[in-house]
Every structure is written in structure tokens, then in C-alpha cells.
């Protein structure tokens, strides 16, 4: 019976893993999601793995040479020791009904709440905690944060904020 197993892979390898893994003539399923980068003064987007490090690879343990997996190009391991361990059924599944046409998954923002306090994690602002007003956008929120004495009004990515405790 075919299932997909999660296979560990050497730091920022995981495309090249999955590329040997299918010369071998293995089905992999490397899920992506499309991150907004911003570096000197630049913004775009790209490409990054869902599970950094991880991959799944579809296998029959009974018929596949499956111990060929641990000795590919980018591969660490396969996860569960001496007899790789399944995933659970419907996960690979699951990930896969958030996929766009173009097979890249689609991430839900997060749900915050007005009112709810929120932590800056990057950027000048870092630390700051703030009260989250509302959306400017699907990628922004607006914040009042408290700056010399007064509340401001910021907008902020949503992948930089986090609840704060």
C-alpha cells in the first residue's frame, strides 16, 4: 500500500532532494508557499517551502527500495527510525485542497481580533507591542501603538506580528 512518508533534508535542500528523489523515480510532494521578502530597500516574493527541511515521498514499503530515500543527494533522513514512520492519513491530501492553480498553498492570514494586543517581531519598530485597530489589507494591519506619550497610528505586515502574551 502506498502512503507518504516525511522525509528530513539537509538545511535549505529540500528542492534538490525532491529533484533526486524523483530521478529515482519516486513521487514527492514538496509543498510551497509564496513569502514576501524585503532586503535593502526591495520587495518580492518567493517561493519557500511549507515545512522548511521537509519533504513527503510516496512509497509501498513492501515493493520500493525505499532504503535508497536515506543515501539521495539533500536527504538527512527519513523520519521514524529503523522503518520510516507513514504521515497521517489526509494530510498530504489536506495541504493539497489549499493549493492555488498554480500549486503554490494558500495561507490563511491570521485572525486577530480589535482590540487584541499584538507583538512586533521585525523590523524598526521591533518589540513593540500595539492594539490591533484593523486590516489595511490582506498582508497589512493597522496598530496604535503607544509612541512618546501618544498613540500612533502604524500599519504593519501581518507576517511580523504576533499575539502578544
Known amino acids: 500500500m502506498r502512503r507518504w512518508y516525511v522525509v528530513h533534508t539537509k538545511a535549505s535542500k529540500e528542492e534538490n532532494a525532491a529533484h533526486h528523489l524523483r530521478n529515482q523515480g519516486f513521487e514527492t510532494y514538496l509543498p510551497r508557499y509564496r513569502k514576501t521578502r524585503r532586503h535593502a530597500r526591495k520587495v518580492d516574493e518567493v517561493l519557500r517551502p511549507l515545512f522548511p527541511r521537509y519533504l513527503f515521498v ?17 536527504v538527512s533522513r ?3 527510525g529503523e522503518t520510516p514512520t507513514a504521515a497521517p ?7 493539497k485542497t489549499r493549493e492555488g492553480p498554480q500549486g503554490i498553498v494558500k495561507l490563511d492570514p491570521p485572525s486577530f481580533r480589535p482590540g487584541q494586543k499584538l507583538c512586533i517581531k521585525h523590523g524598526a519598530l521591533a518589540d513593540h507591542v500595539g492594539i490591533f485597530e484593523d486590516r489595511s489589507d490582506e498582508r497589512r494591519v493597522i496598530l ?4 512618546l506619550g501618544r498613540k500612533v497610528r502604524v500599519t504593519a505586515p501581518v507576517e511580523h506580528l504576533a499575539a502578544a502574551s
Open 89 to 95: 492519513d489526509g494530510v498530504v491530501d489536506a495541504i
Open 78 to 80: 527519513m523520519i521514524g
Open 144 to 147: 496604535l501603538l503607544d509612541l
Open 58 to 74: 510516496r512509497l509501498d514499503l513492501e515493493a520500493d527500495r525505499w532504503h535508497a530515500v536515506h543515501g539521495t543527494i539533500g
